[in-house]
């Protein structure tokens, strides 16, 4: 898929790894759509680089559609769609407190999963009405999860299990819209310097860059993009869940 001319869609595209990834579609020559819940940055950053944006909680279908049909009405229709979307929590299953409480898991998994996946049907839906290119193709949609998918630590219940299905719906999403040209892969990062970290200490933050073999250093949200633009464009990149983590596997805390 090339990028340049193309429409596109970076849901949670107002922050941390989205909002590089807008950045660097837009450099590319991209036509992009931001969608965020966070209205006041959405709208600074789409001011910012003269782009649209559509307030967008990912847990509401209508809204998610709404901003996919509003990025799908750029000439050519949509063709690519990036789903950054997502949030934390740290409780462990059961403890002497008692059991991890039910709404918070349900949150989580709501935001990290079921907003992925809302993304990633309405993103698709437009795509199967676009005119296929020279070489089939549709439409390319990337998702994040996490390595928490993988290495789940101590608290992380909720959040692991979230990604974990990120990573699970990725390969039979591939397959299902195989027929229509449209990929579909997705982004587990690592440690990496967003928003969620930003309110650490620099103290703790520079250990945690250090406990990554090589770069012993966080991500840069730019090397989430730089991935994610690459995937749009290599066509053989397909029902692949690919982790981006400096050979990092999380210990269990």
Not at 229 to 246: A, F, S, Y
């Amino acid at each position: 898929m090339q990028i340049e001319g193309s429409a596109a869609i970076v849901v949670g595209g107002a922050s941390g790894l989205g909002e590089a990834t807008v950045r660097r579609l837009h450099a590319e020559g991209a036509l992009v759509t931001i969608a965020d819940v966070n209205v006041e940055k959405g709208e600074a950053l789409a001011a910012e680089l003269g782009l649209q944006f559509a307030a967008c909680d990912v847990r509401d279908e209508s809204q998610v559609q709404a901003a996919v049909e509003r990025a799908a009405a750029t000439t050519g229709g949509l063709r690519v769609a990036i789903c950054c979307a997502g949030t934390g929590w740290a409780q462990k299953v059961a403890g002497s407190k008692g059991p991890h409480p039910l709404m918070p898991f349900e949150t989580i998994i709501s935001i990290n999963l079921i907003g992925t996946f809302n993304a990633l049907r309405f993103a698709a839906t437009a795509m199967i009405a676009n005119e296929p290119l020279s070489d089939g193709e549709r439409g390319v949609c990337v998702n994040t999860a996490s390595i928490a998918a993988y290495d789940g630590q101590i608290g992380q219940i909720a959040y692991a299990a979230s990604k974990g299905g990120v990573v699970a719906i990725t390969l039979p999403a591939a397959r299902d819209l195989a027929q229509y040209g449209i990929r579909v892969n997705t982004i587990a990062p690592g440690l990496f310097d967003t928003p969620l970290l930003a309110a650490l200490p620099e103290v703790a933050r520079e250990k945690l860059g250090a406990g990554v073999p090589y770069p012993q250093r966080l991500g840069q949200p730019a090397e989430y993009a730089q991935l994610a633009c690459h995937i749009v464009e290599n066509r053989m990149l397909n029902g692949e869940t690919i982790r981006l983590d400096g050979a990092l596997r999380m210990p269990p805390r």
